[in-house]
T-cell receptor, first 116, second 117 residues
Framework: AQKVTQAQTEISVVEKEDVTLDCVYE???????LFWYKQPPSGELVFLIR??????QNEISGRYSWNFQKSTSSFNFTITASQVVDSAVYFC?????????????FGSGTRLQVQP | DAGVTQSPTHLIKTRGQHVTLRCSPI?????VSWYQQVLGQGPQFIFQ???????GRGNFPDRFSARQFPNYSSELNVNALLLGDSALYLC????????????????FGDGTRLSIL
């Protein structure tokens, strides 16, 4: 079975601060994919990034960066110089190459509040 | 191009009733998945369909059923509604070329917020 843990329920920062959202996953599969999604108050889940289990290279996209470490089963997400528009709930998710069930397993989410 | 569209946006039902939720995937996407998101929690997988066939099912009772049509749109049906079915129901689509691929990013609609009284 797969499991994703986002231990931080809610984080509040002041604009321009850097913030890191933690994600720890569990799976027995050797091939899997990790995702981050953003859910603004409107409810839509917005895809941010996908990584596969064979690629531990960190990735940067503008103010966003991701740190994937298989040794600790973590896939953390950092927002640099946070902005009010970053306020949302962020979900980490996992999918595996399971022929019987191709689905995303989500964590419980981290609510990020960026204060002006 | 239009994203994933879901209807209705909001729905109020009473216990024991049934409900049908609808989803139109992104043009060209052949795979549709349904998720239930209870307030304060992450989405939970209900079903995945590809080429009109069920390809995955989560841990939901038989009161939940779904189908996919030739145009790849999908319906989620829930019978004998319970208070605990109150949630945001999200539909997601992905390309799913050939066999359904778990590495395809799923693109989500705005959801249908279902309230059971």
């Amino acid at each position: 079975a797969q499991k994703v843990t986002q231990a931080q329920t809610e984080i509040s920062v002041v604009e321009k601060e850097d913030v890191t959202l933690d994600c720890v996953y569990e799976t027995r599969d050797t091939t899997y994919y990790l995702f981050w999604y953003k859910q603004p108050p409107s409810g839509e889940l917005v895809f941010l990034i996908r990584r596969n289990s064979f690629d531990e290279q960190n990735e940067i996209s503008g103010r966003y960066s991701w740190n994937f470490q298989k040794s600790t089963s973590s896939f953390n997400f950092t927002i640099t110089a946070s902005q009010v528009v970053d306020s949302a709930v962020y979900f980490c998710a996992l999918s595996v190459m399971d022929t019987g069930r191709r689905a995303l397993t989500f964590g419980s989410g981290t609510r990020l509040q960026v204060q002006p | 191009d239009a994203g994933v569209t879901q209807s209705p946006t909001h729905l109020i039902k009473t216990r024991g009733q049934h409900v049908t939720l609808r989803c139109s995937p992104i043009s060209g996407h052949k795979s549709v998945s349904w998720y239930q998101q209870v307030l304060g929690q992450g989405p939970q997988f209900i079903f995945q369909y590809y080429e009109k066939e069920e390809r995955g099912r989560g841990n939901f009772p038989d009161r939940f059923s779904a189908r996919q049509f030739p145009n790849y749109s999908s319906e989620l049906n829930v019978n004998a509604l319970l208070l605990g079915d109150s949630a945001l129901y999200l539909c997601a689509s992905s390309l799913g070329r050939g066999a359904v691929s778990s590495n395809q990013p799923q693109h989500f609609g705005d959801g249908t917020r279902l309230s059971i009284l």
